[in-house]
């Protein structure tokens, strides 16, 4: 009687092991095996992390396996199980590889295709053919669009995290939970004593230390010693958390009526501001985005204030950015004063806070939310609900949808809700947030999500012209390294142009972002299909930088620059002077957020800048979905040129006091997990 010999793979994450009964069943083109309990006799089978071979005997001739069922029931008490794999060894001694990496959650069923990536109209098998569709059919039931807020990309269809499908959830719902661990950041670092006075004001700058005395960390005790210098406010347009709101100036707007008279004491090179601007000296900063964003009134003891405020800024001879002049709204006026760096110490420093402060804002809801777990988010549902686990495409971005949507929802469930964490600390918390995403939503296209292009539609693509953007100089290193990993992929199972247009799967895919991840809005420009080789390249290269390097660079460099208080505040108290000469230390302290507001900041950025637990950074792929030798290699090559370029930058960075690592592969995880 032939036999297989069935290997089955549990997962080492906790609680992956079961007690539960488990049942395989081989499929073959021809017959199919009869129904099998896997079972030892005096063992315990499907331990966490254990691998267990069986032997399946079958009395027929199965033909070519074209899948395997593994059933599990419940033994005595419900019990999930992980199974990573099954490896099948048929009597003519050849192996077939099974794939799972799925959960199976009570009684339940899992029916598993060979390893090998297949696009639709490769199908011959007729019951291959009715898996594929009996899974996504399943899937869109499954993963469900749903409007979280009118106007801003859609999200899944769960209000808590425990509502989620069990493959997206956090092995451990605990190491994610906000308010635990916000709760949990305050205690290390010593600031709950300061909790009980949670409107009093700072004394001075020097009372912020009290809640800065556990930070070991370079950069953020820089940003410390050195925040009022103007060489650091200019260093951050550039390499700080939020290096993407910076652009080249070609022209004054209108609106901020500058003068060479105003800053003629700044300029080095013996030129007029007029020729500054020419010589591609002079940029901008505009935040006219936060103009009539409400701010945040959820406290009424506590009025808190917004501003929308443009800064002009000079490069000089040494390449360094530095502030040149300052308006904090968009209406000029005397009520709306310029400042500049003549002006009293306090004036020009209070004018400095409030760019910073809405700089936080733009970075938290747009740079950061929007733009990196939001579109992340869409992108995950629709392959979840578009691509089969067989598909190619799947297989190459399953490992950058990882606990997205899981972080997402749990953000949506305790952080930017109504009453949620976020309204604790922010200026635009009670709905400034969701005012702020509407507007932005405005200005997001498929084409700002392409690296190269987004930084050449603010003119800061001439490396000669600013040597120091090494957030630009590094994400194209990366930008390119992963589209040349893409294009290998594509290229492998796609021959043609031909073949792209003919994938109704790739194709339902894209067509879903469109129409209801980001709600059809005729200008985000979102392709609604696909026809080339080189545009199915681009597409999944955005897809997997906005989910890792993207992601990587606006958020874990949170702790670094926005734990010193006064460099970045959470929200303002008083509102922006509309006058110069009345800014003292006085009016700054009391501007700046109350002692229960800047702890709860502190364990914000210190909470939303830690690694997840086993991390898995750019290229590791533990996960074997692929099993073909050609997309090993191409993970091999990828793999190599991220090591290149973390060699690189990290030898950039050698003796720096500032070195800039978020773009470096090695601290760059896979995914929006955080």
Known sequence: MPSYIVTVATGSQWFAGTDDYIYITLVGSEECSERTLLDKALYNDFERGAVDSYEVNVSVDLGDLVLVKIEKNKYWVQDDWYCRYVTVKTPGGDYVEFPCFRWLVGDNEVELRDGRARLPQDEKNRIAKQ?????????????????WQPGIPMSIDANRHNELPRDIQFDSEKGVDFVLNYSKAIENLCVNQFMHMF??????????????????????EYVMQHWKEDFMFGYQFLNGCNPVVIQKCTKLPDKFPVTHEMVSICLERDLTLEQEIEAGNIYLADYEILEDVNANCTDPCTLQYLAAPMCLLYKTAQNKILPLAIQLGQTPGEENPIFLPSDGQYD??????????????????????????????????????????????????????????AINTKAREQLICECGIFDKANGTGGGGHVQLLQKAMKTLTYRSLCFPDYIKSRGMEKKEELPTYFFRDDGIRVWEATKSFVSDVVHIYYSSDEMVQRDEEIQAFVKD??????????????????????????YLTVVIFTASAQHAAVNFGQYDWCSWIPNAPSTMRKPPPKQKGVADITLIIESLPDRGRSCWHLGAVWSLSQYQENELYLGMYPDEHFIERPVKDAMAMFRKKLAEISSTIKARNEGKRLPYHYMCPDRIPNSVAV
């Open 199 to 220: 409107q009093s004001s700072w004394s001075d700058f020097a009372d912020f230390e009290k809640i800065f005395v556990r930070i070991k960390n370079t950069i953020s």
């Open 348 to 405: 020009w420093l209070i004018a400095k806070i409030w760019v910073r402060s809405s700089d936080f804002h733009i970075h938290q809801t747009i740079t950061h939310l929007l733009r990196t777990h939001l579109v992340s988010e869409v992108f995950g549902i629709a392959m979840y609900r578009q691509l089969p686990a067989i598909h190619p495409v799947y297989k190459l971005l399953i490992p950058h949808i990882r606990y997205t949507i």
């Open 131 to 147: 898996h594929r569709k009996k899974e996504l059919e399943y899937r869109r039931k499954t993963y469900r669009w749903k409007e």
């Open 513 to 538: 972002v469109c129409r209801f991840g980001m709600q059809d809005l005729d200008h985000s420009e979102f392709p609604k299909s696909l026809k080339t080789r080189e545009e199915l390249t681009l």
